[in-house]
């Protein structure tokens, strides 16, 4: 059994998919959208996090650090991450929270175990499993591993990805999934890269391919200020979609938020995302009507009537 690393789990989510579901939160992400806020996904590693709000000042974690990264000035607790080589000890020690390790390591086996825990509630709902990130697909082996033990025991499978791996890496996952949820950012493959540092050549084959599979399919866009928040971008997605993609179920609309943005300090990364406002209700009803011309539209979770 293979071996993967996640950052959170999420029980009873009613917004990743069907019904009553768990979320398991992959780390590690190919991609480097500056508008991302799962800061705590971006790397494929445990990482230590800090909140100065928990931190009561006494001491212990300096007592236990044995790079002294940790220093106490005037009741003020001051992390220096260029000493500190993440051996967590202090971690253990610290009595708050304030300073935890993010990042929990699991069998394929030992995680689908957990997941069905909740399988009652799931079968009542007609819920299940879905596998975010970080992107799945950079840990492709183990997703399908424990896709594979979830399906063998009739629970309803759904992955959120990128799409942008290769179709090898891809096709197994895929093959253990009853539903995807598929990003596609931007039509334009310059803008994409700008935005990504991928290609999105990649992602438009495997969505065709996808389809190919009569796998079932939900289309998402972030929207992102200055970036596609254009009725030209959205509506081009979408006529796209209407060609190529005849298993999509819906596109959804997933206007931008900026909870994230502390995460970014608290784990010591350097690269903040962008400090944008969120675009308003006018505005995502303005891009779901010009898509609903071409395909059915959502807007994050909710059915758009464009008559309503």
């Given at each position: 059994?293979g071996t993967?690393?996640l950052?959170?789990?999420?029980?009873?989510s009613t917004v990743d998919g069907?019904?009553?579901?768990?979320?398991?939160?992959?780390k590690g992400?190919?991609?480097?959208?500056?508008?991302?806020?799962?800061?705590?996904g971006?790397?494929?590693r445990?990482?230590l996090?800090?909140?100065?709000g928990?931190?009561?000042?006494?001491?212990?974690c300096?007592?236990?650090?044995?790079q002294?990264?940790?220093?106490?000035h005037?009741?003020?607790?001051?992390?220096?991450?260029?000493k500190?080589i993440e051996?967590?000890?202090?971690a253990?020690a610290?009595?708050?929270?304030?300073l935890?390790?993010v990042?929990t390591?699991?069998q394929a086996?030992e995680?689908?175990?957990?997941l069905?825990?909740?399988?009652?509630?799931?079968?009542?709902s007609g819920g299940?499993?879905?596998?975010?990130?970080g992107?799945v697909?950079c840990?492709?082996?183990f997703?399908?591993?424990?896709?594979?033990i979830?399906r063998r025991n009739?629970i309803?499978?759904?992955?959120?990805?990128n799409?942008s791996?290769?179709?090898e890496?891809a096709l197994?996952?895929?093959?253990a999934?009853?539903?995807v949820?598929?990003?596609l950012?931007?039509?334009?493959?310059e803008?994409?890269?700008?935005?990504t540092?991928?290609?999105?050549?990649?992602?438009?084959?495997?969505?065709?391919?996808?389809?190919?599979m009569?796998?079932?399919?939900?289309l998402?866009?972030?929207?992102?200020?200055g970036?596609?928040?254009?009725?030209?971008?959205?509506?081009?997605?979408a006529?796209?979609?209407?060609?190529?993609l005849?298993?999509?179920?819906?596109?959804?609309?997933?206007?931008?938020h900026?909870l994230?943005?502390?995460?970014?300090?608290?784990?010591?990364?350097t690269?903040?995302?962008?400090?944008?406002?969120?675009?308003?209700?006018e505005?995502m009803?303005s891009?779901a009507r010009a898509?609903?011309?071409d395909?059915p539209?959502w807007?994050a979770?909710?059915?758009?009537?464009?008559n309503?």
């Amino acid at each position: 059994m293979g071996t993967g690393i996640l950052f959170d789990l999420e029980r009873f989510s009613t917004v990743d998919g069907p019904g009553i579901r768990t979320t398991a939160f992959f780390k590690g992400c190919n991609m480097h959208c500056p508008w991302c806020h799962n800061a705590e996904g971006l790397r494929f590693r445990r990482q230590l996090h800090f909140d100065p709000g928990e931190c009561i000042g006494c001491g212990e974690c300096a007592a236990q650090c044995p790079q002294d990264a940790h220093e106490m000035h005037a009741g003020q607790h001051i992390l220096n991450r260029e000493k500190c080589i993440e051996c967590f000890l202090c971690a253990g020690a610290c009595y708050t929270g304030a300073l935890k390790i993010v990042g929990t390591e699991y069998q394929a086996e030992e995680l689908a175990k957990l997941l069905m825990e909740d399988a009652l509630f799931y079968w009542e709902s007609g819920g299940g499993v879905t596998l975010s990130g970080g992107e799945v697909l950079c840990q492709a082996e183990f997703a399908r591993e424990v896709l594979t033990i979830l399906r063998r025991n009739n629970i309803h499978t759904a992955i959120e990805t990128n799409l942008s791996l290769a179709w090898e890496v891809a096709l197994p996952v895929l093959k253990a999934t009853d539903l995807v949820m598929a990003d596609l950012k931007a039509l334009d493959d310059e803008r994409h890269r700008r935005a990504t540092g991928l290609s999105n050549r990649p992602i438009l084959a495997n969505l065709a391919r996808l389809a190919g599979m009569g796998l079932p399919l939900i289309l998402r866009t972030p929207i992102i200020p200055g970036f596609n928040d254009e009725e030209a971008e959205i509506a081009g997605i979408a006529a796209w979609a209407r060609r190529n993609l005849p298993t999509m179920q819906y596109y959804e609309l997933l206007p931008y938020h900026p909870l994230g943005q502390s995460k970014y300090a608290m784990l010591g990364e350097t690269c903040l995302p962008m400090p944008l406002t969120p675009p308003s209700r006018e505005v995502m009803r303005s891009l779901a009507r010009a898509a609903s011309e071409d395909v059915p539209v959502w807007i994050a979770g909710n059915s758009f009537e464009k008559n309503a």
